[in-house]
């Protein structure tokens, strides 16, 4: 068993796009109109083939408080690997990318949050 695809509820899919491809890097692989909305997945272009991440429509009447709760306790929506965390702080940093949290260690683990201007936080994740 794999994991194929995983989501994110964004407030405005065209901007999602923008900031997971032109910030955080990501490649879309599907583009596929769903009615008003779309079927819209980025992957890593490290891992063409490998999980999907859905930039879904939140539209839906419980994603706004879900969202909002989440956001209030400081909670990440989604965790990325990267192999640097400092790195990634600082490359996005200079591309305008608001953190929530800079870079943090915690015995083997370094972490950060950014604000993914969607509605969500997201967490970096560097291990070893």
Not at 39 to 59: K, R
Request: proline share 6%; with cysteine.
């Amino acid at each position: 068993m794999r994991i194929r695809l995983t989501n994110v509820f964004v407030d405005d899919q065209a901007k999602a796009l923008s900031f997971y491809t032109e910030k955080l890097g990501f490649v879309k692989k599907h583009d596929v109109p769903v009615g008003a909305d779309r079927w819209l997945t980025v992957v890593s272009p490290e891992e063409p083939d490998g999980t999907e991440l859905l930039l879904e429509p939140g539209d839906h009447p419980a994603v706004g408080p879900y969202k909002a709760a989440l956001l209030a306790d400081g909670i990440p929506a989604a965790q990325f690997a990267v192999d640097d965390v400092r790195a990634e702080f600082e490359r996005l940093s200079a591309l305008g990318v608001r953190f929530a949290q800079e870079p943090q260690e915690t015995g083997a683990v370094t972490t950060a949050v950014l604000d993914d201007t969607c509605g969500n936080l997201i967490q970096l994740l560097q291990t070893g």
